[in-house]
């Protein structure tokens, strides 16, 4: 009974490992697309640039607007989202100045130790609305596509029908 125990507790810290190990990665360039967003008069185009857990997140950012003035501090109109909706604002902003119709630059978040499932840029601004760009990261529980995890499962299941 001991040992069986040990076994179980043993599977799950490796499928525990396996999971946040496959949480670690960098995504694929093909998930990583540019998207471009136009509401009324103005254009947003955001491409990742920078995206690994331990690293900062980085994104090229172009905002274009010919009714308005694009006067608003960049770093307080952009925020992340993690898994669980909560905001992570921007560490710098290194682009063009405020004013005029046309800034485009580099959006700075501060590393994370882990990579959400679904990326969540999201703008709140006076002059172009609210706008929110998401990329998937990881496609269905990271765990189950990792061939460690899938053979550990099938064990446990092998061990549960047998009545182990």
Do not use: Y
């Not at 040992?3 to 525990?16: D, E, F, N, T």
Request: glycine share 8%.
């Amino acid at each position: 009974m001991k040992l069986r125990k040990s076994l179980i507790i043993g599977a799950v810290v490796v499928a525990a490992m396996a999971f946040f190990g496959n949480a670690q990665q960098t995504p694929s360039a093909d998930v990583l697309q540019t998207q471009t967003k136009t509401e009324g008069p103005a254009t947003i185009v955001v491409t990742p640039l920078s995206l690994s857990a331990g690293g900062e997140i980085r994104f090229s950012v172009s905002l274009d607007t010919h009714s308005g003035d694009l006067s608003e501090d960049i770093t307080k109109i952009f925020v992340l989202l993690n898994d669980n909706g909560r905001e992570i604002a921007p560490a710098s902003w290194t682009g063009d100045p405020p004013g005029g119709h046309h800034r485009k630059g580099e959006l700075v978040f501060p590393a994370r130790s882990s990579l959400p499932r679904v990326l969540t840029l999201r703008i709140q601004s006076n002059t172009i609305g609210a706008q929110e760009f998401r990329w998937n990261l990881w496609e269905g529980p990271p765990c189950f596509t990792s061939s460690l995890c899938s053979s550990i499962r099938t064990r446990l299941e092998e061990q549960h029908l047998a009545g182990k």
